[in-house]
């Protein structure tokens, strides 16, 4: 069946400082591939996502490109802040299926 | 703003209780679903549904039984509840397919069986 592997932390990063998060994936055919984020005390909201391979997702300063012949789809941020202090949840969901499947989730926890 | 409404934030109740969890959303979605979140372990997915009075297994159903008897409402029952389903239940909606991509969440009901 489809699976999502990512660390699960916690990264302690300085504030400034760049964020790499791995994702890897199985899954059988295409499919759309997701970054969801969740602050303290908080449900998951969309971080951004890819549906199709080479595409690159953005959002607030995080961007992440769907990488089919490595099966990857890494987080990556320039510049990170406090207000990014989160647990990051990489997911992906089989195309014609209404299931989506998360990775363990991984915690960012950034200091002044 | 679309919203996800879970019906509680806390919730304690004793071992063999019948534990009902409530979610209304208000954007109109055909799909919704049940995950529960553990430390270690992510999210995984008790059940979900696709319409009114359909439901569906999803990788952890044991224990669990669903009800969706309207289409914005969908509730999670505990039939007897045991330790082992302390956890944070998070209850989520997409629109149907071929749009059904993105989940919005409702902010989750931490349980605690005792």
């Known amino acids: 069946g489809d699976s999502v592997t990512q660390m699960e932390g916690p990264v302690t990063l300085s504030e400034e400082a760049f964020l790499t998060i791995n994702c890897t994936y199985t899954?059988?055919?295409?499919?759309?591939l997701f970054w969801y984020v969740q602050y303290p005390g908080e449900g998951l909201q969309l971080l951004l996502k890819?549906?199709?391979?080479?595409d690159k997702g953005s959002n607030k300063g995080f961007e992440a490109t769907y990488r089919k012949e490595t099966t990857s789809f890494h987080l990556e941020k320039g510049s990170v802040q406090v207000s990014d202090s989160a647990v990051y949840f990489c997911?992906?969901?089989?195309?014609?299926?209404?299931?989506?499947?998360f990775g363990i989730g991984t915690k960012l926890q950034v200091i002044p | 703003d679309v919203k996800v409404t879970q019906s509680s934030r806390y919730l304690v109740k004793r071992t063999g209780e019948k534990v009902f969890l409530e979610c209304v959303q208000d954007m109109d979605h055909e799909n919704m679903f049940w995950y529960r979140q553990d430390p270690g372990l992510g999210l995984r997915l008790i059940y979900f549904?696709?319409?009114?009075?359909?439901?569906e297994k999803g990788d952890i159903p044991e224990g669990y039984s669903v009800s969706r008897e309207k289409k914005e409402r969908f509730s999670l029952i505990l039939e007897s509840a045991s330790t082992n389903q302390t956890s944070m239940y998070l209850c989520a909606s997409s629109e149907g397919p071929p749009t059904n991509e993105k989940l919005f969440f409702g902010s989750g009901t931490q349980l605690s069986v005792l």
């Open positions: 997911a992906l969901n089989g195309r014609g299926y209404q299931k989506v499947t």
């Open positions: 899954a059988t055919g295409y499919p759309s």
């Open positions: 549904s696709y319409d009114v009075k359909m439901k």
């Open positions: 890819a549906t199709k391979a080479d």
